[in-house]
């Protein structure tokens, strides 16, 4: 069983500071990853798509993937109140093509 | 205007009863993915089609059917209802292996 693991949290930060969310995978065949951010209630909405080693900038977001290590990371910088959100890794399955999804850790921007 | 969209949005069954969620799409996308969402849990995988002619179940499958009518529309069907599938239902398009996938507004189904 091929799986995605995230702390649950909540993750706590204070308004302005940088929040860092984690995801481990197991599929070392794995080859796309995806950060979605999902207010309750709502759809998951895309935040950053990553298929490389290294980092990806994309305004206050930055995902760091590491292949070698089977993780993926998301630092969201300035954090705002409208940040505080579930948010959602997920990982291509390379074998079906289907997309796993960890269970989400929950973050809260205290302002 | 939604790429992806789901009807009904709310929907209050009984027991026993057969319903069938709809979704459709504008985004030409060939693979569609239907998922639930329980509340506190992350989403789970019912079933995908990766065209028209291809249908395949995923994790929780039992107990739902689908029609990949076109293209465009992927219907999930509850043949009889039971209340521990009351959830939140996402429908879900992609446009090729390893590409992004974005979801529909999503379904809350309460089965009474």
């Known amino acids: 069983q091929k799986e995605v693991e995230q702390n649950s949290g909540p993750l706590s930060v204070p308004e302005g500071a940088i929040a860092s969310l984690n995801c481990t995978y197991s599929?070392?065949?794995?080859?796309?990853f995806f950060w979605y951010r999902q207010y309750s209630g709502k759809s998951p909405e895309l935040i950053m798509s990553?298929?490389?080693?290294g980092d990806k900038e994309d305004g206050r977001f930055t995902a760091q993937l590491n292949k070698a290590s089977q993780y993926v990371s998301l630092l969201i910088r300035d954090s705002q109140p409208s940040d505080s959100a579930t948010y959602l890794c997920?990982?291509?399955?390379?074998?079906?093509?289907?997309?796993?999804f960890g269970t989400g850790t929950r973050l809260k921007v205290l302002a | 205007d939604a790429d992806v969209t789901q009807t009904p949005r709310n929907r209050i069954t009984k027991t026993g009863k057969r319903i069938m969620l709809e979704c459709s799409q504008t985004k030409g996308h060939d693979r569609m993915y239907w998922y639930r969402q329980d509340p506190g849990l992350g989403l789970q995988l019912i079933y995908y089609s990766f065209d028209v002619k291809d249908i395949n179940k995923g994790e929780i499958s039992d107990g739902y059917s689908v029609s990949r009518q076109a293209q465009a529309k992927f219907s999930l069907s509850l043949e009889s209802a039971i209340p521990n599938q009351t959830a939140l239902y996402f429908c879900?398009?992609?446009?090729?292996?390893?590409?992004?996938?974005?979801f529909g507004p999503g379904t809350r189904l309460l089965v009474l």
């Open positions: 990553i298929y490389s080693n």
């Open positions: 997920a990982v291509n399955d390379s074998g079906t093509y289907k997309y796993i």
């Open positions: 599929d070392r065949g794995s080859q796309s």
């Open positions: 879900a398009t992609s446009r090729g292996q390893e590409e992004t996938q974005y």
